[in-house]
């Protein structure tokens, strides 16, 4: 099981929900049947745009992006913390 930790956010024509369109569809929509597919295309349909949800947080897009890669450079260590612990309990992916 390997998580998505980093999503191309560098050109400004990508959206939020491209990133996330292309992750979940990299990592899990394989494994998610059409009715959960459908959920998550909804939910990610709600995302609202890089410039009104770095304006929510007070924030240009550019100070946004400096946020954003910090987080997902510190959840690094997490997702392969997760990833070793999924497989020393031999839980496998398909669940």
Not at 2 to 11: A, C, S
Not at 29 to 38: D, F, L, S, T, Y
Not at 74 to 86: C, E, G, K, Q
Request: charge should be negative; aromatic fraction near 10%.
């Amino acid at each position: 099981m390997h998580f998505v930790t980093n999503i191309e956010l560098k050109r400004s024509d990508h959206s939020l929900r491209d990133a996330t369109f292309t992750a979940y569809n990299q990592v899990f929509a394989p494994h998610h049947g059409w009715a959960i597919q459908q959920a998550v295309a909804t939910g990610i349909g709600s995302l609202l745009p890089k410039t009104l949800l770095s304006g929510m947080f007070n924030e240009t897009e550019e100070t946004f992006k400096i946020h954003a890669q910090s987080y997902v450079t510190a959840s690094a260590s997490v997702t392969n913390y997760l990833d070793n612990l999924i497989l020393s309990k031999n839980l496998g992916i398909d669940w």
